[in-house]
């Protein structure tokens, strides 16, 4: 079964608008990580929080973490066409090895 | 620094054939992952290898899956005999691990199979 569940499945905005896409999970968490799929450059590492962060900025990126509520959102400001693509968000378990579960993805359109 | 490589970009078989692939982690990442990708869905984790050990196989069909990382470095993944259903990019990633901390995972390009 999946540990994360990303919603919108799909989000098309204009160019300049802001982007939310939200995960939820199931079980505790070591950390969280997001990537972006695109055919360009494959799958790459976007930005990752640890268990006992709230939020965590990178460039355009804004990640948040309610342990509480065992979710997460990615906010991107000022989206340019070249955001385009699959963000998936990705967990990692406290018990075990580092082996990260992620979600069926959001695909994000933007449009010029 | 180079990043995961992994060959054949492409392979088309048909099904009860069998196919490997091949990667070669990011030098120093000790820890590597290969991941199977069906369209439209998230990566799910094959198995993961600490240097040249397996670290978690539980989600390998070992019945027709295998992989080895015989020295600690690179890789291959195999399947034998294909079905229809193993359609797929099979993805390979690998991490720097310090301390007991993992870190983010680096992905090669990606393997798209096709079996027909």
């Known amino acids: 079964s999946q540990q994360g569940e990303e919603d919108p499945q799909a989000l098309s905005i204009q160019e300049g608008e802001n982007a939310t896409m939200n995960c939820s999970y199931k079980?505790?968490?070591?950390?969280l990580q997001w990537y972006r799929q695109n055919s360009g450059r494959g799958l790459v590492h976007l930005i990752l929080?640890?268990?006992?962060?709230r939020e965590k900025h990178s460039g355009r990126l804004r990640v948040t973490l309610d342990t509480s509520k065992k979710s997460s959102s990615l906010l991107i400001t000022a989206s340019r066409a070249a955001d385009t693509a699959s963000y998936f968000c990705?967990?990692?378990?406290?018990?075990?090895?580092?082996?990260?579960?992620f979600g069926q993805g959001t695909r994000l359109t933007i449009n010029p | 620094e180079a990043g995961v490589a992994q060959s054949p970009r492409y392979k088309i078989i048909e099904k009860r054939q069998s196919v490997a692939f091949w990667c070669n982690p990011i030098?120093?990442?000790?820890?590597l992952y290969w991941y199977q990708q069906i369209l439209g869905q998230g990566p799910k984790l094959l198995i993961q290898?600490?240097?040249?050990?397996?670290?978690?196989d539980s989600q390998l069909p070992k019945d027709r899956f295998s992989a080895e990382r015989l020295k600690g470095v690179d890789s291959t993944l195999k399947i034998q005999p294909a079905k229809l259903e193993d359609s797929a990019v099979y993805l390979c990633?690998?991490?720097?691990?310090?301390?007991?901390?993992?870190?983010?995972?680096?992905f090669g390009p990606g393997t798209r199979l096709t079996v027909l």
């Open positions: 990705a967990t990692s378990l406290i018990q075990g090895a580092q082996k990260l579960v």
């Open positions: 079980t505790s968490i070591n950390n």
């Open positions: 929080i640890r268990s006992n962060e």
């Open positions: 030098s120093g990442h000790a820890t």
């Open positions: 290898f600490q240097n040249n050990g397996v670290v978690d």
């Open positions: 990633a690998s991490s720097y691990t310090s301390g007991g901390f993992y870190n983010e995972q680096f």
